[in-house]
RNA sequence: CGGGGCGUGGCUCAGCCCGGUUAGAGCGCCUGGUUCGGGACCAGGAGGUCGGAGGUUCAAAUCCUCUCGCCCCGACCA
């Protein structure tokens, strides 16, 4: 492709409104424009990059015997609602005004639909059935570019199976074409146990790359490798130590103290003396937690305990249930159920709120005071923590989701009468898993990953062209001649080619142009080397630059790309 | 949805607080010329309903009200 007749609007500037490197280098090399919040257009150069992954994805999923379909954007409502998930996915999801149609978020349904009725023998499973497609989520706060869009491409797959050994083996299949996709993108990524949200099934991995834009937080072993979301992690930390002499229950006027910080202070006691609570209501009816000290809720977890519809208590519906505000409640006292963290197992001598404004009590006996107590595992991994496998200290940062695999089981299949026969003739619902690439995230994240503070670093897989040939000054007539003549031989020995035959740039804005575009290798084409019938080849990942004679150039490249 | 910020030629921004020439700069673009291996220079030129609507005023980019859009933080999230 010759740069004097491609659309690669290039920006010297960086965009006022991106802050992340991928948004920023994205919008710089020409490969994506904005239309709207979290939609955005692909332009040349961006699409040829997507057309290379969805590539790569293609032949993995090839590879494990997936099959390509291609399902509509626009779903009727009706499907949707048979799962239920009209209401769970609620706003997320776009409705079509004038009709009954709603813009699919994910395909289990229709994939479901499609198994069912035709998918009737257990001799029809294994099946993999996959599309690279349009996905229309309403976010409601997009953000970091194409990282978090309202509309995005995915790769998502289903398997369909007859038993769960079976789903095992299906899994573990896209488990193995994931970190084919992930290590030929030259990914470095982790992949780490997650929950299955609003997706269900019993369970899921998330492939993982680590970085600041990411959304989730994930904690992370060095030494061991373990790796968990930190919706779900667990890590070893001490419990409030049980004294060998519980207090008597003493109420405590603490005007005004209102955090665990302040009762601290007040009462000059350390953290780990103080039982924290919180409370949620629970299918309409209200639900103590109790933490210790300033351990924070985890809401995921929370969640698996309490299954069901869920919500942290409004102001004043705590008052009304305990007869305080928030910051003077406690379990003593406390009308309904009432869980509390593993940390805080038999505790004794502890302070929390009395259910009364501007007052505590002291001495409380988790075992003596609060019969029937349950203990659940209900906080949030921190960093500095110790692995539970191995006894070293967890690490714990963002990371952005890139893949996502579930094993489903049977909601699907049940909800919408997918079923097959059995060897015994026996009517059985087909056992599914569902499995998700973002594609543009595939890109962001790569870019994240390499890119310097002159632009991007492609690698030849993912690199929209592999070689970057300049003509530096071309009015000269040997320049045009010598690059042209090395433009067509490059063509013709196949390599994707992005030829800089621009007449009226100078020499520095094609060096800066080819370094922010980022391609692997750049020749350049001036008179002084053409001279001695040499041109320059830089490396755009090393820096490293040497002449060499035109003559030898394509037995180089071969090395090189 | 809550908090904060911002909308002025294609891009980055100044001007607004304190209303008053023909609304500016840099980059980009067009024409001509010089330059030509790390984002050149000279001369000339095109391009703007100041996000939109309403209001105050003799007069609004500037003040007021409403509204739309975008970014960031939070909530939410497959």
Known sequence: MKLSKAF?????????????????????????????????????????????????????????????????????????????????????????KNRDYVLAPTHEEIMTYHAKGVVKS??????????????????????????????????????????????????????????????????????????????????????MVKSEAGEDTVAHCEKCGYAANVEVATSVVEGAPRNENSLELKEISTPNVKSIDELCRFLNINETQCAKSRVYIHNDKPVLVLMLGNDEVNETKLASVLPGALRPGHPDELKEITGADAGSIGPIGFKGRIIADLRLKD??????????????????????????????????????????????????????????????????????????????????????GSYGIGVERVIACYIEQHNDEKGIIWDKTLAPYQLHLMGLNMKKPEVIEASNKIYDDLKAMGYQVLFDDRVDAQAGFKFNDADLLGLPVQIIVGDKNLKENKVEVKIRKSGERFTIEIDRLYDKLKELI
């Open 347 to 432: 505790a004794n001598n502890l302070y929390s709120g009395a259910n009364k404004n501007d007052c505590h009590l002291g001495g409380i006996d988790l075992k003596r005071d609060v019969p029937n107590l349950e203990y659940f595992d209900l906080r949030t991994v921190q960093a500095e923590e110790t692995c539970t496998r191995c006894g070293s200290k967890l690490d714990v940062f963002k990371a952005i989701e890139l893949g996502h695999i579930f094993k489903l089981g049977t909601r699907y299949s049940e909800a919408l009468g997918a079923t097959f026969l059995d060897e015994n003739g026996k009517v059985n619902p087909i056992i599914m």
């Open 8 to 96: 690669i609007p290039t920006l010297k500037e960086v965009p006022a409104d991106a802050i992340i490197p991928s948004h920023v280098l994205m919008l710089r090399t020409g490969m994506v424009r904005m239309l709207s919040a979290g939609i955005y257009s692909f332009l040349p150069l961006g699409y040829t990059v997507v057309k290379k992954v969805v590539e790569i994805i293609r032949e993995e999923m090839d590879a494990i015997g997936g099959q390509e379909f291609h399902l509509p954007a626009l779903n009727p409502k009706e499907i949707w609602e048979e799962t239920n998930r009209v209401e769970a996915f609620g706003d997320t999801m776009f409705h079509i």
């Open 122 to 207: 257990y001799k029809d499973m294994p099946q993999i059935w996959y599309q690279i497609q349009t996905k229309f989520r309403n976010e409601p706060r997009p953000k970091s570019g194409v990282i978090r869009g309202r509309q995005f491409l995915m790769k998502d797959a289903y398997s369909f199976d007859t038993s769960w050994e079976n789903l095992d083996k299906s899994y573990a299949l896209h488990d193995q074409a994931y970190r084919n996709i992930f290590k030929r993108c030259d990914l470095k990524y982790f992949i780490v146990g997650a929950s299955s949200g609003a997706m269900g099934g019993n369970r899921s991995e998330e492939f």
